[in-house]
């Protein structure tokens, strides 16, 4: 049996298909002698020499895998190594090289060679649209080496739960995409949303069916030719760059893709683990997004010389520079290990994509608007040496390595196939853990809040702080629709006292309709009982905060920075309506504006169904993208403008100011939330979508406290 097929056997048919209860553990001591009982010494010197095509290499670099050093060879191409006797596992030496596919052998400890030379062969740069993604597997399908988590079963369990795994087939997605409502499966329920039901094309099977056109979308709103009478769905030309990012697992040319293309394998597994590892490079210059722009994909060209590797040679890219197991045809790339891979998509720069809109270039310049700026937000800041990996990735604490195979066999001689035990922290997660993450939710660790209260009869004076004291990046970041808000509550002796001014949340806090000054605050068309009309004071001053690029290096004045300094007037109730004409329970206050909010007055507790919290008090950090009907906190699609960005860069601040009714210190409570949405309420409300309040932080003041 020839040494490739040998390795091949040894993982591809030596997995039991259920894993232990508890993992392997690796064996106490290190390797000595393969035969008698002679203790070799810490050290052993080796010369090596490294050629790339037949040629000596200068710069090659020279591991000994399961160690921890690594050299470099001259001009010549040589280096002499100080093989480690104390590694746990086989002797070996690897080379790599940006050009070739790592390359090495192993080696016995009582034939060690004086003199060892690694051969490289430099790999094809050109990406082959032949070349079929590889399947990732899951958790119960890893039988063979066509499947990703045949070896690398850790890895996969992670990235099958992980948001990369759903980002083709998310709904939320797949409905902003076509602007369908999936949630209203009749046409009652549709028309009743506004919307009107259709045939279109089912996500992920590509079948013609029902669906309920309702609201924005990214093929009505950027094709003309379409949407109308019939759907876009399939016909569209002008698709967004959704998939280049969303479903890049789509097999043939790269780029400019339909998301309804997706289907089976492409829409289930969404961004696979193919996908990552083809990506040779990053274009940090580059305004598209995803595999046709940012992330150089470079997929296999030349061909197999095994029927065991399938049609093309293996050619993978990672963080490791030692793999020498065959299947993978590893290549070292450090985007892996600094996180600039990520930045391929969550960094995005995009032109006004809407027909017949245009950028206002007084305030946009270079003709683009900012729609995810993640990395520009990380790389700005003071932790721009932090990889994304160090809160996303974090250390495997039960994996010895990336081809996790001592976990679930005997491992205790670690060698090509098995791969060799890592230093603790090299081997990372694949669950790319987000705010919202159920395992590990990192919204809890994103901000602070601090309260000063001073409490008497007269007035009770509240300011709260807000810091962002995890992220390197601002928060909330990513997708535009996310927000905080923050919420501010006083009560008397267990009574909720009533605001007499300060700081209110913003508009996309929620609320049902708005009018100014001039207009009629007692009609509502769209009102019903029990909602409130809160009134808000302007003077006309705006907010001057710090944000992310023209919100924070001296472009935009604080007016450009779009966010009017609103203070807390009242509000009313409506007991009765007559033709839209309300009644109220109160006398209407005067004020600059009126919101009217569907909003019982309680304090959001987690898990509650959004109410629309804007006006009260308390205060709000979005990215407020602007459609071309002047429409707020729309799709990025649908944006000509951002009104304001004043979400909290890393470290950074924000003090609001509150002000309501009067009680003795000692009867006072002061309570502060700081509320996650990741879509606005409006928006989940129209298409059916689930959406719950998340509490990332809360602070108390109690003046009775001991």
């Known amino acids: 049996m020839s040494r490739v097929l040998a390795l091949l056997c040894v993982t591809a048919c030596g997995t039991p298909e259920t894993p232990p209860s508890t993992p392997a553990e690796p064996p106490d001591s290190a390797a000595t002698a393969d035969s008698g009982d002679e203790v070799l010494p810490p050290t052993l010197p080796i010369a090596v020499t490294v050629t790339l095509d037949g040629a000596p290499i200068g710069g090659a670099t020279v591991v000994q895998p399961g160690a921890e050093l690594s050299w470099t060879t001259d001009a010549d191409g040589a280096v002499v190594v100080d093989l480690d006797t104390t590694i746990i596992g086989r002797p070996a030496l690897t080379a790599s090289h940006p050009d070739a596919r790592v390359a090495g052998d192993e080696m016995r400890w009582d034939s060690l060679p004086e003199a060892f030379e690694i051969e490289l062969v430099s790999f094809d740069p050109g990406d082959n649209p032949l070349y079929i993604w590889q399947d990732s597997g899951t958790p119960d399908r890893f039988s063979t080496t066509n499947y990703c988590a045949h070896c690398h079963r850790s890895f996969v369990d992670d990235w099958w739960a992980s948001p990369h795994r759903s980002a083709t087939s998310n709904v939320v997605v797949q409905d902003l995409y076509a602007g369908v409502a999936t949630a209203w499966s009749d046409a009652a329920t549709c028309a009743s949303a506004g919307g009107t039901v259709r045939d279109g094309l089912e996500p992920g099977t ?15 709103d950027l094709n003309e030719d379409c949407g109308d009478t019939e759907s876009c769905d399939g016909v569209a030309e002008h698709t967004g760059a959704c998939a280049d990012c969303h479903a890049p697992a789509l097999s043939g040319e790269l780029g400019g893709r339909d998301l309804l293309e997706a289907d089976a394998l492409a829409h289930e597994t969404g961004i696979g683990c193919d996908v990552c590892h083809k990506v040779e490079s990053v274009d940090l210059e580059s305004h598209a997004p995803g595999v046709a722009g940012r992330l150089v994909v470079v997929r296999p060209s030349e061909e197999s010389t095994s029927l065991a590797f399938g049609d093309w040679a293996p050619l993978t890219f990672g963080p490791y520079d030692d793999v020498l197991n065959p299947r993978m045809g590893s290549v070292y790339r450090e985007h892996f290990e600094n996180g600039e891979v990520c930045s391929g998509c969550h960094q995005y720069d995009q032109a006004v994509l809407v027909p017949g809109a245009s950028i206002d270039s007084t305030r946009w310049p270079d003709g683009r608007l900012p729609v995810h700026s993640t990395w520009d937000e990380k790389q700005d800041g003071p932790l721009a040496d932090v990889s994304c990996n160090s809160c996303h ?59 000063e209260v001073d409490a008497g009869t007269d007035a009770v004076e509240v300011a709260v702080t807000a810091t962002n004291v995890g992220p390197a990046h601002a928060l909330p970041t990513g997708e535009p629709l996310r927000h905080m808000l923050l919420v501010v509550e006083a009560t008397c002796a267990g009574e909720v006292l009533s605001a007499t001014g300060g700081d209110v949340i913003p508009d996309f806090g929620g609320l049902v309709a708005e009018k100014g000054s001039g207009e009629d605050w007692s009609q509502w068309d769209s009102a019903a009982v029990g909602d409130r009309v ?108 951002v009104a304001s960005d004043n979400r909290l860069l890393p470290s950074q601040s924000h003090s609001s100011a509150h002000r309501f009714g009067g009680c003795a210190a000692e009867d006072t409570e002061v309570t502060a939330r700081l509320v996650y949405r990741r879509l606005p309420s409006e928006l989940a409300a129209e298409r059916g979508w689930e959406l719950s309040d998340l509490v990332m932080q809360e602070a108390r003041w109690d003046g009775g406290a001991p």
Do not use: Q
């Open 206 to 220: 590509g079948a013609t069916t029902e669906r309920c056109y309702v609201g924005a979308g990214t093929l009505p």
């Open 393 to 451: 990735m974090p250390p495997m604490t039960e994996t010895g390595n990336g081809a996790d195979l001592g976990n679930y066999i005997d491992a205790s001689d670690p060698d090509i196939a098995t791969g060799w035990y890592r230093p603790p922290g090299d081997v990372r997660r694949h669950s790319w853990y987000g705010p919202r993450s159920p395992d590990e939710r990192m919204i809890d660790l994103a901000a602070s809040l601090s309260l």
């Open 534 to 641: 809160r009134v808000l004071g302007w003077d006309g001053d705006w907010y001057d905060y710090t944000g992310h690029g023209p919100f924070g290096d001296g472009s935009f004045d604080a007016e450009a920075k779009g966010m009017p300094v609103l203070a807390y007037v009242g509000e009313v109730e409506i007991t009765a309506l007559n033709e839209g004409v309300a009644t109220f329970d109160d006398e209407l206050p005067e004020g600059d504006r009126a919101w009217l909010v569907r909003d019982s007055g309680a304090l959001p507790a987690e898990g509650d169904v959004p109410a629309d919290l804007a006006g009260r008090p308390g205060f709000g950090f979005a990215r407020v993208m602007v459609g071309p009907d002047g429409a707020r906190m729309v799709p990025h699609f649908l944006a000509v403008d």
